[in-house]
């Protein structure tokens, strides 16, 4: 069986992925008429700049995430990853004094390095990948805490820092946009035309057949986790570029609506399915969602009530969708 073979039966989009993602669209269109009707500054330009610049950050981990979840894998450690991975930015180019091009590579690095012992754990320690990346979610945390000593480290005496993500090579859209559009493409691309795509998809789709047709299937999930880690860092830098600091606590819990955004977009939790351009929408779901409430003035535990029920529907179709492929 070759490998495009073994990724096509579910990888491909089928005609009820047609429909997930036609119901995504129609439920990102429906909460901006929803939202403009009950406040009208929310369609001002101001405003949709900001909610696309704020889903930059969750878009950018969730491109990364969606080719660990179309492996059948999970990975809860890249909120705090991509804290790490932004004090680890400026552990290198502030507190050592290290060219900030230079500390911002290593800052990358180190995301790729996360991603690796998170591959490394599931594929060849055999620790299931929700238990994996709790820990590393869990380490990152705590080296993001000890490493900043627990307090912001600013950029601002790096005059380019923040043009990473609101300088405007584009006028009118913020960089850190047109860096999520950018990596969207690659990684669309990475997906439906590479190897590395055909073999993501074919681990989902079945792991086994993938192993016994010659593939080394540890190691391509390695260098999976590996790559998602090159996104999560890339997340956490264009976050603190935004804010023009690495907070400590800047990417904690972002990994629920990460990874509830690859859902919604109509990637499998089952693995063997994934959708790129579907992603990018439910990442700007979840941002329209939360920024409607937040300007109509919803307080905070009713926005993550209501984030919390999105991921539960979203969930409970991509179940419906299984339970239907499996008849």
């Known amino acids: 069986m070759s490998e495009a073979k073994t990724a096509a039966p579910k990888g491909s989009l089928n005609w009820k992925s047609w429909i997930q993602q036609g119901l995504a669209v129609g439920t990102l269109v429906l909460l901006f008429i929803f939202f403009s009707i009950m406040n009208p500054n929310f369609m001002q330009w101001s405003n949709i700049s900001g909610i696309l610049l704020a889903t930059a950050g969750i878009g950018i981990m969730a491109l990364g995430t969606t080719f660990v979840i179309a492996t059948g894998g999970i990975d809860l450690s890249i909120g705090t990853g991509s804290t790490l991975a932004a004090v680890m930015t400026g552990v290198f180019a502030v507190n050592m004094g290290l060219p900030a091009w230079l500390g911002v590579l290593l800052g990358i690095a180190s995301g790729a390095l996360m991603g690796f012992i998170n591959g490394f754990n599931v594929a060849f320690l055999r620790i299931p990948p929700f238990i994996a990346t709790l820990a590393m979610m869990m380490v990152a945390q705590g080296l993001g805490l000890v490493l900043s000593g627990v307090a912001p480290i600013y950029f601002t005496e790096i005059s380019w820092f923040s043009g990473i993500a609101l300088g405007e090579l584009i006028p009118g859209l913020p960089n850190g946009v047109l860096i999520m559009f950018v990596l969207a493409i690659l990684a669309w691309v990475v997906l439906s035309r590479t ?11 079945n792991e086994e057949a993938t192993r016994l047709s010659g593939i080394s299937t540890k190691r391509w999930t390695v260098l999976i986790y590996s790559v998602a880690g090159v996104f999560t860092a890339i997340a956490g830098i264009v976050m603190a570029s935004r804010l023009s600091s690495a907070q400590p606590q800047m990417g904690v819990g972002l990994e629920l ?6 859902i919604i977009g109509g990637t499998s939790l089952m693995g063997g399915r994934a959708s790129i351009i579907g992603t990018v929408i439910g990442a700007l779901i979840m941002s329209v969602l ?3 409430l937040r300007i109509m003035g919803v307080q905070s535990e009713w926005q993550f009530v209501a984030s919390g029920v999105v991921i539960a529907i ?10 239907g492929s499996s008849t």
């Open 257 to 262: 609506q990460a990874i509830a955004a690859v």
């Open 314 to 323: 979203a969930v409970w179709f991509d179940s419906l969708r299984n339970r």
């Open 195 to 205: 190897k590395f795509g055909r073999i993501d998809l074919a681990i989902g789709s």
């Open 290 to 292: 939360i920024n409607g």
